[in-house]
């Protein structure tokens, strides 16, 4: 069974949903954008609330562990309530936590999650821990066993550690799952260049691509139907500058919108899995870890990865919570099986 590191947050969620809130759409020229509002100085009624566990090192932890893989998160979490519940959660997994870091003068990561009538959602977040994690809070003597380190989004202080874990894990022909974060991004493309020229597989939803890459994604307009093609040129752009080696493979989600990958060969698009939506929280973490443990089952297929991560984020976004629908790879291969229409197209 190969030995899988993840490194990320870990937080308690929240999750509040208002039939009343308004979802208010501003386009221009180059761009469209989409909010999430409320009547301006009023009490708003919640038409739902519940607490999980989340964060990109909790969620993709379990999501391996689920899969079947050998597991050890690497996670930074106070002693309070939260922390309590977090490590209570993780009783029901077979996820080893001996490296994980406990540190009682800091406030466990906390988020509240605005859910929208669609189940799509806006994060109110409290880094805590989470933002800083320090390399000497790292086991590197224990990451030495990894097969495959999967590193979530780190925030804050938590930066910090990206280069020295990703030269480790090159070092030792450790397989390096990127999923980069705003505060990597931040930096600019210079900077996050050093990060992904160590990385075999490169995750990022289209938002943090553009922050990226600095490409737009533009708009049809009288004369360019961008939309009637299967892949938008600017996306093939961003994926283009975002391949910075020979043997990487990079991937863009897109939200309902699907998932874009490039090997250097092929681009490939690959539409949702069809599926209620209660809440899209856990989905980008499900899917982009689900690739990464699908490139070794199904021998470096990319379109079949992309396939088997849009199966399972589709099984999490239909529950309400970020881990409560993870399925494992025999539930992912019937979905498949029982529904031979879907498929990934290469062009």
């Known amino acids: 069974m190969k030995k899988v590191f993840t490194i990320g947050s870990a937080t308690m969620d929240v999750f509040v949903e208002c039939e009343s809130a308004n979802i208010v759409s501003v386009c221009t020229k180059d761009r469209c954008s989409e909010f999430m509002s409320y009547p301006y100085g009023a009490k708003v009624d919640m038409s739902n609330f519940s607490s999980n566990l989340g964060g990109g090192g909790v969620n993709t932890a379990m999501n391996f562990a689920n899969l079947g893989y050998d597991t050890s998160a690497i996670f930074k979490i106070g002693d309070d309530i939260y922390s309590a519940g977090i490590l209570d959660a993780f009783k029901k997994t077979n996820v080893n936590l001996d490296n994980i870091v406990q540190n009682p003068k800091l406030s466990t990561g906390f988020s509240i999650i605005l859910v929208s009538f669609q189940g799509d959602r806006t994060v109110l977040a409290n880094r805590g821990a989470n933002a800083l994690l320090t390399v000497e809070d790292i086991n590197f003597d224990a990451l030495k066993e990894a097969d495959l380190l999967y590193i979530a989004p780190l925030n804050g202080e938590s930066n910090k550690v990206l280069e020295p874990l990703v030269e480790f894990a090159q070092d030792n022909d450790i397989m390096v799952c990127f999923n980069a974060g705003t505060t990597s991004l931040k930096k600019g493309f210079k900077e996050i260049k050093k990060i992904l020229k160590t990385s075999n597989v490169i995750v990022m939803n289209k938002e943090e691509a553009i922050m990226c890459t600095g490409i737009e994604v533009r708009p049809d307009t009288k004369t360019e139907h961008y939309s009637a093609e299967i892949i938008h040129p600017d996306l093939k752009s961003m994926l283009k500058k975002l391949k910075v080696a020979d043997y990487q493979v990079i991937v863009i989600t897109d939200g309902g919108h699907g998932?874009?990958?490039?090997?250097?060969?092929?681009?490939?698009?690959?539409?949702?899995?069809?599926?209620?939506?209660?809440?899209?929280?856990?989905?980008?973490?499900?899917?982009?870890?689900?690739?990464?443990?699908?490139?070794?089952?199904?021998?470096?297929?990319?379109?079949?990865?992309?396939?088997?991560?849009?199966?399972?984020?589709?099984?999490?976004?239909?529950?309400?919570?970020?881990?409560?629908?993870?399925?494992?790879?025999e539930e992912v291969e019937k979905c498949l099986a029982d529904n031979p229409d879907y498929t990934c197209l290469e062009v």
């Open 259 to 329: 998932a874009y990958a490039y090997d250097g060969k092929k681009f490939y698009y690959c539409p949702t899995y069809n599926s209620p939506v209660v809440s899209t929280l856990g989905a980008g973490d499900a899917f982009a870890s689900t690739f990464c443990a699908s490139m070794e089952r199904t021998g470096l297929n990319v379109g079949k990865s992309l396939m088997y991560g849009s199966v399972v984020s589709a099984s999490v976004v239909s529950k309400f919570g970020a881990t409560e629908g993870l399925i494992t790879f």
